[in-house]
């Protein structure tokens, strides 16, 4: 350990037995080592007596969405949903009509089975806590 991290160490009382007694050694041998800890000490008590200002959360409240922002949103989250949802249906048509053999669609099939199971029991388990989220009433 060098003579900063000693010096710090020893301001924040974060030194182990032995660093400790290295460093009182440092102390009684060094004015200027002396001087620096009384200079880190100084500045540690002038950071922890500082007061600490709430911040002001009302500018916050003064924030608005953009009229009609929301109803663009959801006219865009929808138009992708719709999209994404045939691409899979054709994708999905062609791969089951398709010449692969049965037991490709089968493993194939039975992954997409095994993410969807999963996909609804998250949403599922998201839902459920939604209920009895203790945070929910929370104001920013």
Do not use: C
Request: without cysteine; glycine residues 8%; proline residues 5%.
């Amino acid at each position: 350990m060098n003579q900063d991290e000693l010096i710090h160490g020893f301001v924040d009382g974060e030194l182990t037995q032995q660093e400790e007694q290295q460093m009182r050694q440092l102390l009684d041998a060094d004015p200027e080592v002396r001087r620096r800890v009384e200079a880190y000490g100084q500045i540690k008590e002038a950071i922890q007596s500082a007061p600490l200002k709430e911040p002001d959360l009302s500018s916050w409240e003064d924030v608005e969405t953009p009229p009609g922002a929301s109803s663009w949103r959801a006219l865009g989250l929808s138009l992708f949903f719709f999209g994404y949802l045939g691409l899979v249906a054709i994708g999905l048509h062609d791969f089951f009509t398709g010449p692969e053999p049965m037991s490709s669609k089968v493993m194939i099939g039975s992954l997409l089975v095994g993410v969807g199971v999963l996909l609804v029991s998250v949403i599922r388990q998201r839902l459920i806590e939604l209920k009895t989220d203790r945070y929910q009433r929370v104001e920013k």
